[in-house]
C-alpha cells in the first residue's frame, strides 16, 4: 500500500529503531512510548488490522504470535508484559497497518479508555 507508513517502516524504506526482522514481519520501537520498553510488531504486507485478515494469513498470524515471547527475550521483559491491539475506530486504531504494542517493565497506565 503505497501511502501507508507501517508500510515504509516494515520494509526499511523510511529509517527506524528496528530491533527484529524477518521475511514476514518487523518489530520497531513506538515513537511515543507509553512504557519503559514498547514497540510495535508489524507484518511486512499490508493488513489494515485484525478485521481484514484472511484464511491466507494463518502462517503469518501464528508466526507474529510465536514470535512474540522471543522479542520479550530480547527486549529483557523477563517479569511479563502487555501485549495489546487496537482495531477500528472504537478501538482506537490510528494507524491502519495491523500492528501488535508490545509493552514493559512497569508504567502501565495505558491503553486509555
Ligand atoms: P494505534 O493507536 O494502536 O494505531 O497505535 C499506533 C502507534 O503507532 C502509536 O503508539 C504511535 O505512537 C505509533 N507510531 C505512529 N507513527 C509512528 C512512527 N513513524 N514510528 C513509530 N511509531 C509510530
Redesign the pocket.
Known sequence: MEDC??CK?AKGE?P??MVYEDDLISV???????APV?V?MVPKKHVASLNDLEDADRELMGHMMLKIKDIAVQEGLDNGFRT???TGED??????HL?I?ILGRRKMTW?PG
Open positions: 507508513i507501517f517502516l523510511i527506524t529503531d520497531f520501537r513506538d515513537a511515543a512510548p507509553e514498547h510495535l495489546v491491539i487496537n478501538g482506537q486504531q490510528t494507524v491502519h500492528h504494542h491503553p
